[in-house]
Nanobody, 128 residues
């Protein structure tokens, strides 16, 4: 059974950076597509970045292009979300999630998008 444990959130000033980690156990992370989602206060959960099990990367949120980067370290069984030039609107609870289908075949709507494995969520607050 795949389990995902997140770390790396917190409070940061606008313009700052954070790196979120999603550590997998129980299976190899490279057998799964991993997606970072976020849920801003009072809003639906939305996809941010997707790292497919075959290595494809899809950016799901236009407003993070050029600022957020998803990556995978197979040796550490970890997927990261590097977030730079953070804005107040990036404030949200961030979740990593894993599924066995490619990024382009994720179906379903919020909150769980038909995805079976989820991390516990980590809050990110961008504020001065």
């Amino acid at each position: 059974q795949l389990q995902l444990v997140q770390s790396g959130g917190g409070l940061v000033q606008p313009g700052g950076s954070l790196r979120l980690s999603c550590v997998a156990s129980g299976a190899s992370i490279d057998h799964y597509t991993v997606i970072w989602f976020r849920q801003p206060p009072g809003k639906f959960r939305e996809g941010v970045e997707c790292f497919g099990k075959d290595g494809e990367i899809i950016n799901s949120a236009d407003d993070v292009k050029g600022r957020f980067t998803i990556s995978r370290d197979n040796a550490k069984n970890t997927v990261y979300l590097q977030m730079n030039s953070l804005k107040v609107v990036d404030t949200a609870v961030y979740y990593c999630a894993a599924t066995t289908v490619p990024c382009t075949e994720v179906r379903g709507g919020p909150p769980y998008y038909g995805i079976p494995y989820w991390g516990e969520g980590t809050p990110v607050t961008v504020s001065s």
